[in-house]
């Protein structure tokens, strides 16, 4: 079993940046992939990025097209931790945003909430105008 933990949203300004973290616990697992999603109210989720990594080193990352060149995916191997740098924050950034584990990946893929196993709690991150 596998389990995620989001942290670092909070209340912003327009413009702002944050960084988000997203810690796995329970097993460490040499290749996988994982991804963030967004949920605004009234909206449903949606896919931000991923990151694919296979014997440790990263092998492929995506965005949707709303982060692209704003937010930044990385993967810090020693503390079993995913990153989030999101930059030049827009209110319609406004979301609690998820992160999610898959433990057998394909290459490309990640943009499916149905392709991941794990998901943590989600944290809120709010951007004023």
């Known amino acids: 079993q596998v389990q995620l933990v989001e942290s670092g949203g909070g209340l912003v300004q327009a413009g702002d940046s944050l960084r988000l973290s997203c810690a796995a616990s329970g097993r460490t697992f040499s290749r996988g992939a994982m991804g963030w999603f967004r949920q605004a109210p009234g909206k449903e989720r949606e896919f931000v990025a991923v990151i694919t990594w296979d014997t440790w080193r990263t092998v492929f990352t995506y965005y949707a097209n709303s982060v692209k060149g704003r937010f930044t995916i990385s993967r810090d191997n020693a503390k079993n931790t995913v990153l989030l740098q999101m930059n030049s924050l827009k209110p319609e950034d406004t979301a609690v945003y998820y992160c999610?584990?898959?433990?057998?990946?394909?290459?490309?893929?990640?943009?499916?909430?149905?392709?991941?196993?794990?998901w943590g709690q989600g944290t809120q991150v709010t951007v004023s105008s």
């Open positions: 999610a584990a898959d433990q057998t990946p394909r290459v490309g893929a990640g943009r499916s909430e149905r392709e991941y196993d794990y």
